[in-house]
């Protein structure tokens, strides 16, 4: 499974320390709270600068392409975070139906 399609090499280099770890020694090395604490923070960016870009193109000083990548970019990156949220989500669930 190759997740080479989300763009923004924060996202492809979070995603790929998850489906196959140790694939970096940067994020390998680090627990999984760090590993999300990045991919939030590298989306906070991400919205941050889509947003700085959308009003940099109302007024003229970005190009209307730019705005719409880095929208787009945002937006790969928000899917990808939901997902992630949801899968667990949904391990937690797992684990609370789970016999002891």
Do not use: C, W
Request: proline share 1%; aromatic share 2%.
């Amino acid at each position: 499974m190759k997740i080479s399609s989300a763009s923004g090499g924060g996202v492809q280099h979070i995603a790929q320390a998850l489906v196959s770890p140790g694939a970096d020694a940067a994020v390998a090395g680090s627990g999984f709270g760090d590993v999300l604490k990045s991919m939030l923070s590298d989306l906070d960016r991400s919205l941050r600068a889509a947003e700085q870009n959308a009003i940099g193109a109302m007024t003229g000083d970005v190009s209307l392409q730019k705005a719409v990548e880095s929208v787009v970019q945002a937006e790969q990156k928000v899917q990808l975070t939901a997902a992630v949220r949801d899968k667990i989500v949904a391990a937690y669930l797992e684990l609370t139906r789970m016999q002891i």
